[in-house]
């Protein structure tokens, strides 16, 4: 079945370091890709999503392209915060309407000052 | 916009005991999922609605589980009885039309069984 496989955590980074976090899915035909964020204390929220190969998503100055060759969305960003220290989920939804999403395990990122 | 409303936010039970946990949804959004996620996983779908019609329930442990949506609005989900094992939080999403549309999340429902 479709699956999601994310790099372990925790990542911990210095304030304007700059991070990647790995992403690689299983899936059949082609899915719709999704980073989720969830701060201390708060629900899931959509960070960034791309339909289709190539496209780049992006939002916050986080980014992330869907690269159907190596079936990826690694997440990046060039100089992160302390205010981005959260949990952040790589998800995929099969192009059919309404099919929920399966997500990975999470990656826990913390930054310092 | 009003977002997706759960209830309660935290629950301590002793096993074998019996919990509901409430939704509601954005207004107008026909699907509705509920998400368990135990501590250092990512959520897992338990349950899909689309308006009052389950889509989806593979994934539920019907001995114990149960929910429903009646009038295709609230939702709610019941462990009875619960084990060690469904400690967790519950999420309940919502999604718009369209096929990649994004999923809504409530905050979620903590529950600890004891």
């Known amino acids: 079945g479709d699956s999601v496989t994310q790099m372990e955590g925790p990542v911990t980074l210095s304030e304007e370091a700059f991070l990647t976090i790995n992403c690689t899915y299983t899936?059949?035909?082609?899915?719709?890709l999704f980073w989720y964020v969830q701060y201390p204390g708060e629900g899931l929220q959509l960070l960034l999503k791309a339909t289709k190969a190539d496209d780049k998503g992006s939002n916050k100055g986080f980014e992330a392209t869907y690269r159907k060759e190596t079936t990826s969305f690694h997440l990046e960003k060039g100089s992160v915060q302390v205010s981005d220290s959260a949990v952040y989920f790589c998800a995929l939804s099969a192009n059919q309407a309404g099919t929920a999403l399966i997500f990975g395990k999470g990656t826990t990122l913390s930054v310092s000052s | 916009e009003a977002g997706v409303a759960q209830s309660p936010r935290y629950k301590i039970i002793e096993k074998r005991q019996s919990v509901a946990f409430w939704c509601n949804p954005i207004s107008g959004h026909a699907t509705l999922y509920w998400y368990q996620q135990i501590l250092g996983q990512g959520p897992k779908l338990l349950i899909q609605f689309q308006n009052n019609g389950v889509v989806d329930d593979s994934q539920l442990p019907k001995d114990r589980f149960s929910a429903e949506r009646l009038k295709g609005v609230d939702s709610t989900l019941k462990i009875q009885p619960a084990k060690l094992e469904d400690s967790a939080v519950y999420l309940c999403?919502?999604?718009?039309?369209?096929?990649?549309?994004?999923?809504?999340f409530g905050e979620g429902s903590r529950l600890t069984v004891l």
């Open positions: 899936a059949t035909g082609y899915p719709s």
């Open positions: 999403a919502s999604r718009g039309t369209g096929t990649t549309g994004e999923l809504f």
